[in-house]
């Protein structure tokens, strides 16, 4: 059955700092401190047992050793922040250079056995739709079908354990022009029961970063949100499900000043907020907490809500506020 989004948004935040950069490197630096993090967390969350998200990433290669246990690769231990009524969403990435979707999909099995208990959200697979950064999991062979296998071996698992609380999804970045076919086509490959199977769709979005919005930012979010629901999920049979927000975020840095990140973080989180129920979007995430490296000009680097060393930026208030007053209730 599809998921009833909830009145108010569902919120979530990447907690670690490394990122991929658009080389298929990765943006890092100081190493995480778990005790600031989880400080972070539940000042960001505000009450103990109100809706909260963390966002971890793991993934699968030719190199991940079967029967598990299989850690997070970033926050480290992602299960130690799962407590005053938080839970993971769990991003599974799939990195087969000999397409080894078999392998993928006995890879999710064990991640439901392994974290199901803590999970709410769980995404197969990361941008699918990009195929030519090597972090990201476009890159790699048969990726449709790790999706469309994934999806329903990781549902199959959650029903056999009875964890009706653990939504299985997927995310693509905004799709445009030819590119608006991605979902459909996956769709129109897919098993019959790959859509039954399906409880949310996500999307990564970051207005005003890679390309710049001239004119008027919630106007440019709003309808991004509208193209993705009516052109991109409409056609391929899945107008009813929910929408996720699996990232976004806005990165200080020269010429890019930590007021500005506030007053975009501040307009793209009430703008979604602003039409959840219309265009049913259930969650947001931010990416990222903490800043990678905040010595490191980069755009990559200085994604954080704080700096690399846990001092708040100004836009660590404005969503630790946006959090308190749009929060979907327990």
């Not at 006995?106 to 990361?126: K, P, S, W």
């Not at 997927?170 to 859509?195: E, I």
């Not at 200080?252 to 007053?263: L, M, V």
Request: charged share 20%.
């Amino acid at each position: 059955m599809p998921t009833k989004t909830r009145d108010g948004l569902v919120f979530g935040i990447y907690p670690g700092g490394v990122a991929g950069d658009d080389t298929g490197h990765l943006a890092d630096g100081p190493p995480d401190d778990p005790a600031r993090i989880a400080t972070a967390l539940d000042l960001l969350q505000g009450r103990p047992g109100r809706p909260f998200l963390v966002r971890a990433y793991t993934a699968f290669d030719d190199t991940t050793r079967p029967g598990g246990p299989h850690a997070t690769a970033t926050p480290a231990a992602a299960e130690q922040y799962a407590v005053r009524g938080r839970r993971l969403d769990l991003v599974a990435q799939y990195r087969s250079a000999a397409g080894n979707v078999d392998g993928y999909c006995a890879f999710l099995r064990e991640l439901v056995d392994q974290y199901g208990a803590i999970t709410d959200t769980l995404q197969v697979t990361e941008e699918p739709n990009v195929t030519t950064i090597p972090t990201l999991d476009g890159f790699y062979p048969r990726v449709n079908e790790a999706i469309a296998r994934g999806v329903s071996a990781a549902k199959a698992r959650v029903r056999e354990l009875g964890h009706t609380h653990l939504r299985v999804g997927f995310n693509t970045t905004p799709l445009f022009g030819p590119a608006a076919s991605f979902v459909a086509d996956l769709t129109g490959h897919g098993k019959a029961d790959f859509v039954g199977d399906l409880d949310y769709v996500g999307l990564d979005f970051f207005p005003d970063v890679f390309r710049p919005v001239a004119a008027d930012l919630a106007a440019a979010t709003e309808g991004l949100l509208r193209h993705h629901r009516d052109a991109v999920l409409a056609p391929a049979g899945l107008a009813h499900l929910p929408l996720h927000i699996t990232e976004h975020g806005w990165p200080t840095g020269p010429d890019r000043p930590e007021h500005r990140q506030a007053d975009v973080v501040e307009t793209v989180v009430r703008t979604v907020a602003a039409h959840a129920q219309d265009l049913r979007i259930g969650a947001y995430a931010h990416f990222a907490l903490r800043d990678a490296d905040s010595a490191d000009p980069g755009l990559f680097h200085q994604f954080g809500l704080t700096t690399d060393d846990y001092t708040p930026k100004p836009a660590f208030d404005t969503m630790r506020a946006l959090v308190a007053e749009l929060s979907a209730p327990a």
